[in-house]
């Protein structure tokens, strides 16, 4: 049986990366906001009817953490019940359902990294949309993987790692948080580790996403705060010469007041994904050396 794929998100971080290494897998069909809408339960059930997939991708999301703290419905439309459909109209298909969480989901006060057993407790409108988008797909659907991950970047949007990039080029001084810390974990990870579960299960992908079904820490390896983060992007910038950037100095989050609180600590303990898949995440300073170029 060919696999037919349906890639949603397929020009974000994630989806651009996904869009790439799921295209030898199967029939790609790869989607974007406007030809889905997350916000629409219509939209949503045309697409996923018209291209019968047996698996589908979900890379898309409200990620602009603050904005959604004045648009929390929208975010929740997108994040939360958008992804509920989804998973409704891949039971009906018997089609499985690959879909990714977030660290926001956690306040950040455990101490240690977060296990897949820690209950959430988001501080964030982001955080508890992306809460109840989880929570909808495991009501919904018998064969699902959601992969919680933390901290994307690519080059290719703005992002933490392109903002760093941008103001050495513009400040002499930088002053950057030490008080957040979770795994930076480049969109080609996630990508990757995608695809290598898909072909894991190649023959019956959906027999296999069923059995492995659950919920899956998957980050780049490793943790940091955004201080040392900020410190390895200087550094790894391969047109150092454009830089004027002369030092970088550590602040706390409470010197940067920003619609939505972000947790202290959200670094997720990998471990389970790798048992289940003998899949190993990159540690987050290689990831960052190859993603930089
Ligand atoms: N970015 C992070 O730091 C981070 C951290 C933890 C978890 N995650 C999760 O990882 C996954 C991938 O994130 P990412 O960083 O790749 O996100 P991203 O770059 O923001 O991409 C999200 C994609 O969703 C699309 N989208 C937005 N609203 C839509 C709608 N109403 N209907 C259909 N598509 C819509 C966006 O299209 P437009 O560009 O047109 O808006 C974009 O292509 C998401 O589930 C996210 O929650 C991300």
């Known amino acids: ?42 939209s949503i059930q045309q697409v996923v ?5 047996n698996i589908i991708v979900n890379a898309t999301a409200y990620t602009n953490v603050d904005q959604a703290e004045s648009e929390p419905d929208l975010a929740m439309a997108i994040n939360g019940s958008g992804p509920g459909i989804l998973a409704e109209e891949a039971q009906r298909l018997k089609a499985a359902l690959i879909h990714y969480s977030t660290d926001y989901v956690f306040d950040g006060n455990k101490g240690a990294p977060y296990t897949e057993q820690d209950a959430p407790a988001p501080l964030s409108v982001y955080g508890e949309t992306k809460l109840a988008g989880d929570r909808a797909i495991q009501a919904a659907n018998d064969a699902y993987l959601i ?51 898909i072909a894991l299960g190649r023959g019956d992908p959906v027999g296999f996403i069923q059995e492995k079904r659950g919920l899956y820490n998957l980050t780049d390896s490793g943790a940091c705060n955004r201080f040392e983060w900020a410190k390895a992007i200087i550094a790894l910038d391969p047109a150092r010469h454009e830089q004027v950037v002369t030092q970088v100095v550590p602040a706390k989050s409470a010197d940067f007041p920003t619609p939505a609180e972000r947790p202290e600590n959200s670094a997720l303990k990998g471990e389970k994904f790798a048992s289940a898949f003998q899949i190993n995440p990159p540690y987050w300073r290689t990831s960052l050396s190859m993603a930089i170029v």
Not at 49 to 53: C, D, E, G, K, L
Not at 157 to 166: A, H, I, S
Not at 177 to 183: G, H, L, T
Request: proline fraction near 5%; aromatic fraction near 8%.
């Open 49 to 53: 009817r018209a291209v019968q997939p």
């Open 147 to 197: 992969f919680r991950t933390s901290w994307v970047y690519s080059l290719r949007r703005p992002c933490f790692v392109t903002k760093v990039l941008q103001w050495a080029r513009q400040h002499e001084t930088l002053r950057i948080v030490v008080d957040q810390v979770s795994s930076p974990t480049w969109a080609r990870t996630l990508a990757e580790a995608t695809a290598q579960v």
């Open 1 to 42: 049986m060919t696999t037919n794929i349906l890639l949603l998100g397929s020009t974000g971080q994630g989806g651009w990366e996904l869009n790439r290494t799921l295209l030898t897998l199967g029939d790609l069909t790869a989607l974007d906001f406007p030809e889905i809408d997350m916000a629409d339960p219509a």
